[in-house]
C-alpha cells in the first residue's frame, strides 16, 4: 500500500489484491513475503524496464542514469 500511495501521487496506478501493483494493466511491482516461526523477510519489487514509468521514477528521485 505504501508503494501505491507514493507512486500514484505520479501515475494512474492500482493494486490487485494480494500484493501486485499495476499501471496501464501491467504489473509493475510487487511485495515479496517468505517466513518461519523465526523470521519474517519482506521485499519490494519494482519493474522499471517501462520507458515511461522510467521518467516518473527519476522525477521521485528513485532511479538515476
Avoid at 501505491?4 to 493494486?15: E, G, Q
Avoid at 501491467?26 to 514509468?53: C, M, P, R, W
Amino acid at each position: 500500500v505504501g508503494m501505491y500511495k507514493a507512486l500514484s501521487k505520479y501515475l494512474d496506478c492500482s493494486i490487485k489484491w494480494v500484493n501486485d501493483l499495476l499501471y496501464d494493466g501491467k504489473k509493475v511491482g510487487g511485495v515479496l513475503t517468505e517466513g518461519d516461526q523465526h523470521y519474517l523477510a519482506v521485499g519490494i519489487g519494482l519493474n522499471t524496464n517501462i520507458s515511461d514509468f522510467d521518467v516518473v521514477l527519476m522525477a521521485m528521485g528513485f532511479l538515476t542514469l
